[in-house]
Structures are given as C-alpha cells and as structure tokens.
C-alpha cells in the first residue's frame, strides 16, 4: 500500500519517500546520506528500497545528500536540463537522466510540473502509485501558477508549501532584501495563499494535505496549520470528516508515514 513519508522539511533540509516498504522514490535528497538513510529506517524503509530520487531543484536544502546517497545506492537521480547544468561538475559522479513530460519508475508514473523558484528550472512532481492512488508535492514556489494548480488538482494527497506568516516575515529579522526576496513571485508561498487554495483541491477530490517547507523564523506549525484549517471550515468542510490536515514535521522523529 502507498504512503506518503515525510522524512525532513523546511530550510534546515528536504526530503520525502514515496512509495510501499519495498521499492519507491525519494523527491529531494536535502540532508546527508547518513541522515537519509536514519530516517528511511524510523519510518520502516530499507534505503535499498529508494529506485529514484526526484530532484525539485539545485539549492543545497534539497541536494545536500545526493551525491553520497546516489552513489552509495546506486540509484538514478532525475531532474530537468536546468537543474542538471545547474549540478554541475557533481552530477559526473552520479546517473543522472533528464526529466522527460512522463516518467514511468517501477510501477509508478510520475509527471512534473513547473514552480516560480529563483533557480535554475525547478518543479513539482505528480506520482501516480501502483495502487492507483496520486500524490503531488509543490514546495518553494512564489506563486500558484496554472500550471501548478493543474499538477495538484484531483490528487488524492497533496504536500503544499506554506513558508511563512506575512506579518512575522515583515516584522522578522530577515535583512529587508531577504524578505523581499521571500515575498516575491520566484520566493516562497505564504500561509493565507497556501491556505486559499486548500478548498478548491479538496473541491477537486483531495482529502488528505499536508504542509510543507515552513519558516522555522517565520512561521509555526501551530499558525499554518490554524490558516489552513480557518480557511477549510470557513468553505464548509469538517476536519477528521471531509479532510486530513498535518504540517510536515523538520524532522520525522516519529517515524509517521501517510498511507493514501
């Protein structure tokens, strides 16, 4: 049966494994190997289990165990044509294949999707599993643009960015060219966008969401998970009835998994 496991997420590092026990993918590589592959076994998943891993783009938070982790396993690395010349001379060291329109991995189907990120070619990723379920992962985006509502629209469990609180972000520490940066159409998404779009996905048949990337500075679980829940109820929907709402842990400690 398919799950969703988010193993780390937000600035400090991203990773999540989809996928059975025995064979999925990982969409980004942003701790050490080390670090991916502890958090592969809290959760219950041999990292042998790992046929692929999914880049969504070059930043080090999502990159930073891939060379070690790809060669260790052996395992195809795929992304588009910008983020492999932005990998540069470290993608020698490892398979890496250019992301087609449709990729076919084992038993599942994966399609990607392109985000507003300040970086080379970055995208999300739609993975249809063998068991007929569908998840989509959109983080480190600026905007919903129409492709992206497009590659979440009718999924059955979605990971959405929702980066920050706009009034802490402007009230924060960050140097102002910094905020203005997080703010913009190429930064992050915030908590009252994110949480906008919630009831027309779950409108579009999703039912489980799960938010991702926040602001350790920025942002709490507490108030994303509270916008996103004012925002659904406000629509006419029932927590626990007609939803399933979480915030991607930092760190999967509890090694918790989704089963969609």
């Known amino acids: 049966m398919a799950r969703l496991c988010p193993l780390f997420s937000g600035s400090t ?3 999540y494994y989809i996928g059975t026990h025995t064979a999925g993918v990982l969409v980004d590589a942003g701790r050490s190997a080390r670090q991916l592959e502890g958090m592969l076994k809290l959760c219950g998943i041999d990292p042998l289990a790992v046929h692929g891993i999914l880049v969504t783009h070059e930043h080090t938070d999502h990159i930073s165990g891939l060379r070690v982790f790809a060669k260790k396993y052996g395992v195809p690395v795929f992304c588009t044509p910008g983020t492999l010349r932005a990998l540069g001379t470290a993608a020698a060291e490892f398979e890496v294949r250019p992301l087609p329109g449709e990729l076919a991995l084992g038993d599942m189907a994966i399609t990607c999707f392109p985000v507003s990120h300040d970086c080379a070619q970055p ?14 992962l959109a983080t480190d985006l600026g905007f919903l643009s129409e492709e992206v509502k497009q590659g979440l629209w009718g999924a059955d469990l979605v990971v959405l960015e929702s980066n920050h609180d706009v009034d802490m972000l402007r009230a924060g520490p960050y140097p102002y060219p910094l905020k203005q940066r997080v703010l913009s159409d190429r930064g992050h998404l915030s908590n009252a966008v994110c949480a906008a779009f919630l009831p027309e996905l779950l409108q579009s048949g999703t039912r489980r969401f799960v938010l991702g990337h926040l602001s350790r500075t920025n942002n709490t679980p507490e108030l994303a998970l509270n916008t996103a829940l004012g925002a659904l109820v406000r629509a006419g929907y029932q927590p626990d009835v007609d939803f399933l709402l979480q915030a991607a842990p930092v760190e999967n400690r509890a090694g918790k998994s989704i089963i969609v």
């Open 13 to 15: 590092g991203n990773s």
């Open 123 to 136: 995208v999300g990723y739609r993975i249809q599993t063998g068991d007929g379920r569908t998840m989509a």
